[in-house]
Structures are given as C-alpha cells and as structure tokens.
C-alpha cells in the first residue's frame, strides 16, 4: 500500500510564503513524476508544478517566477515553495506521485490534499 502525506498548507495574507510537503511511502520500488494540483471551488483541478526524477520541472504559467517545485530522491518526499502569493492562490493542494509499487506496478497516486488560503 502507498501513500502520499502532505503537510504545510494553511493560511496566509497575501504576498506571504508557504511551504507544502508530500512524503511517499509503503511498498515503493521507484518513483517517476511527481507533482502537485490545485482545485479552488467551482473550478477543474488544474496542475501548478511538477518535477521528474531527474530534477526537470515545468509550471502553470499563473506561478512562473513566484513558486518553486523541488524533490529529495532519497526521502520520497517532493516540496512546493509559495512566495507572493495572491488570493486566486487559494484553493486545496493536491499531491501527485507517479510510483512503481509491489505488486502494483506503475500507479498514479494523490495525496488527501491541503488547503491554501491567502487573505487579501
């Protein structure tokens, strides 16, 4: 069974700063892409930031400059840096992990989510 944990939501005023974390775990062989997606009220989940294994990343064009996506192999673990964040930010944050698990093979996988609020 594999899991992904986040933590680091919470709420902000606006131009502040969060950190979010996601830590995969179970029976995990490898992980591929990891990522993370956000989903404000009436809206589709769109993704924000995401990173390979190999460190390449690519982001929502609404969070170029402002957020940064990074990951430690070795921990399973992926991090998404807010700075400058505005109101439209807010929204739940979920985790994405594309993983090669034990007797599962290669499976997407979402954390719970967190939210994000930014107060203006």
């Known amino acids: 069974q594999v899991q992904l944990e986040e933590s680091g939501g919470g709420l902000v005023q606006a131009g502040g700063s969060l950190r979010l974390s996601c830590a995969a775990s179970?029976?995990?062989?490898?992980?591929?892409?990891m990522g993370w997606y956000r989903q404000a009220p009436g809206k589709q989940r769109e993704l924000v930031a995401a990173i390979t294994s190999g460190g390449t990343n690519n982001y929502a064009e609404s969070v170029k400059g402002r957020f940064a996506i990074s990951r430690n192999n070795a921990k399973n673990t992926v991090y998404l840096q807010m700075n400058s964040l505005k109101p439209e930010d807010t929204a739940i944050y979920y985790c994405?992990?594309?993983?090669?698990?034990?007797?599962?093979?290669?499976?997407?996988?979402w954390g719970q989510g967190t939210q994000v609020t930014v107060s203006s």
């Open positions: 179970g029976n995990i062989i490898r992980v591929n892409a």
């Open positions: 994405n992990a594309n993983i090669w698990a034990t007797a599962v093979g290669w499976h997407d996988y």
